[in-house]
């Protein structure tokens, strides 16, 4: 079964400053998904980034990018240019490729939670 | 506004009461799923939709009991449950197509068991 580790419970960030997310999984197969989804005190999730595996490029979303190493199965999140409205939980997530049965789920880590310090 | 509504947003039920959770999606969705937060846990998958059929089944208490009439409408049948039940659930919807296409999530209904 697949993991997802985010050994960062919290983390605080100054405004304007710039923060990276720490997220590790484990896996055997090749062809998977990665996401990163911020879950503010209004308690909806919401989609921060995606990253397919077969990918090489590391994606990016404005101020949100990942830094993706397949080899060492990381996924960091940076946020540059923190703004208040960032200070949320953050989740890391997997999905796995393989169209078999348990292809919808995704598997969350813990959650990091950032503030951000006026 | 989200395209995903979830009611109530709080519910307190005592150990013998029977309620429901009710998710609506409005993204045209064809999949559907249930997922329980708890503090300090990662998110719990408990069931998956696709076009009505339930593919999934994380070996959920049968005192969780889904239903789903249709694409856009998921619900959690709750009865004699136990006080570490208490947790938000969260509902989500998602295209079928596409294992790359992310889950939209709704703004999830707080569970207490007393």
């Known amino acids: 079964a697949q993991t997802v580790t985010q050994s960062q419970p919290e983390m605080s960030v100054q405004e304007a400053e710039t923060v990276t997310l720490s997220c590790t999984y484990d896996?055997?197969?090749?062809?998977?998904?990665l996401f990163w989804y911020k879950q503010p005190p209004s308690r909806q999730m919401i989609l921060v980034i995606r990253?397919?595996?077969?990918?090489?490029q590391n994606a990016t979303e404005n101020r949100f990018s990942v830094n993706f190493q397949k080899a060492a199965k990381s996924f960091s999140l940076k946020i540059s240019d923190s703004q208040l409205g960032d200070a949320a939980m953050y989740f890391c997530?997997?999905?796995?490729?393989?169209?078999?049965?348990?292809?919808?789920?995704?598997?969350f880590g813990k959650g990091t939670k950032l503030s951000v310090i006026p | 506004e989200t395209g995903v509504t979830q009611t109530p947003r709080h519910l307190v039920m005592g150990m013998t009461n029977k309620k429901s959770l009710k998710c609506e999606q409005h993204?045209?969705?064809?999949?559907m799923y249930w997922y329980k937060q708890s503090a300090k846990k990662p998110l719990e998958l408990m069931f998956v939709?696709?076009?009505?059929?339930?593919?999934e089944n994380n070996s959920v208490p049968s005192r969780f009991s889904p239903e789903c009439p249709n694409s856009s409408h998921l619900f959690l049948h709750l009865h004699t449950l136990q006080p570490e039940d208490s947790a938000l659930y969260l509902c989500a919807s998602s295209s079928e197509t596409g294992f790359s296409s992310p889950l939209h999530f709704g703004n999830g209904t707080r569970l207490t068991v007393t």
């Open positions: 993204l045209g969705h064809n999949a």
């Open positions: 896996t055997s197969e090749s062809d998977y998904y």
């Open positions: 997530a997997y999905r796995s490729g393989d169209s078999g049965a348990g292809s919808y789920q995704l598997t």
């Open positions: 990253q397919e595996a077969y990918k090489q």
């Open positions: 939709y696709n076009f009505k059929e339930q593919t």
